[in-house]
């Protein structure tokens, strides 16, 4: 599986826009972008993948550059429930987990 | 809609007891997996199994593990001998068709063992 690289921690307001970056320059060609989040310590919740082109679904929207090299993932209008630690996957197989972003939603 | 169920939710044990932890996976996928996450660590990948078989496993998943499908519904993760360094969350998933696909995850098991 590529690596990934997501920012440590962000900020958003809720009821905004919640942009969630995350790079995977080495992604190769037969890998899917996907997304999980992980609130508290619950387990690890599907929100999204793609392989090229964008995606939606009723949870978020995933924007995936040309180049395949990053992608973000948009939470059109962040909850406090959105709190959570946010994982980017590159993956063909089993999932790797790296430290993810974790997103706080301010009231 | 369909989920991943585990049972227990909260396991204490004694070092070097015998544990078993309970998954039921979504009724028609046919890929078992097990994570683990120590207490403010990564979630990490265990094993995978698939047809009664294990597909591939960690590093992590040494001789005092093991997995089972008993039966139709259920898939199992026995640890032996427990460590103190067992305690963790176990995660179990499972994937419709293959390794690949989209992994759906239980709500887990909290093992603490003293």
């Known amino acids: 599986d590529a690596k990934t690289t997501q920012p440590p921690s962000m900020d958003c307001a809720e009821g905004r826009a919640a942009n969630l970056p995350c790079n995977h320059s080495t992604i190769s060609g037969n890998e899917y972008v996907y997304w999980y989040r992980q609130i508290h310590s619950q387990g690890p919740q599907y929100i999204i993948h793609?392989?090229?082109n964008n995606e939606t679904n009723e949870m978020a929207s995933l924007i995936i550059t040309e180049d395949r090299k990053s992608s973000t993932l948009i939470l059109p209008h962040a909850t406090l429930r959105d709190t959570a630690v946010y994982y980017c996957i590159a993956r063909d197989d089993k999932i790797i987990f790296g430290k993810g972003t974790r997103l706080h939603i301010l009231p | 809609e369909p989920e991943v169920t585990q049972t227990p939710s909260h396991q204490v044990t004694q070092m070097g007891q015998e544990v078993i932890l309970r998954c039921v996976p979504i009724s028609n996928h046919l890929y078992f997996y097990w994570y683990r996450q120590i207490l403010g660590q990564k979630v990490e990948f265990l094993v995978s199994f698939y047809n009664n078989e294990i597909s591939e496993k960690s590093e992590i998943f040494d001789d005092q593990f093991s997995v089972e499908r008993p039966d139709g519904s259920n898939f199992t993760l026995k640890i032996r001998s427990t460590k103190l360094e067992d305690s963790a969350m176990y995660f179990c998933?499972?994937?419709?068709?293959?390794?690949?696909?989209?992994?759906?995850f239980g709500p887990g098991t909290r093992l603490l063992v003293l």
């Open positions: 793609g392989l090229k």
């Open positions: 998933a499972s994937s419709k068709r293959g390794v690949q696909e989209t992994q759906y």
